[in-house]
């Protein structure tokens, strides 16, 4: 059965950084785009990035410049890179490909 794991979330002050992890299959990653989606406290949930298995990229223009999205493939993940979080960052962000999500990983940014 096909999984994305999402790891790399937490707590994190304004202004401070982290890196978020979606593990995938081969047969996901290799053939498929993996999109970052996320949903704040009683917020709809929405598109952050999206990264194409030719490494094509696009950024919602919320997070552009702060956000960045990237791919390993030796390790089958795919990164989103978190820069000068906002408290309205604050969300759990979701992966996805292939019309499966993963469980999520809750970002909080506060002081």
């Known amino acids: 059965q096909v999984q994305l794991v999402e790891s790399g979330g937490g707590l994190v002050q304004p202004g401070g950084s982290l890196r978020l992890s979606c593990t995938t299959s081969?047969?996901?990653?290799?053939?498929?785009?993996v999109h970052w989606y996320r949903q704040g406290p009683g917020k709809q949930r929405e598109f952050v990035a999206t990264i194409t298995n030719s490494g094509i990229t696009e950024i919602a223009n919320s997070v552009k410049g702060r956000f960045t999205i990237s791919r390993d493939a030796a390790k089958n993940t795919v990164f989103l890179q978190m820069n000068s979080l906002k408290p309205e960052d604050t969300a759990v962000y979701y992966c996805?490909?292939?019309?499966?999500w993963g469980q999520g990983t809750q970002v909080t940014v506060s002081s």
């Open positions: 996805l490909a292939r019309g499966i």
């Open positions: 081969g047969s996901i990653f290799n053939y498929y785009p």
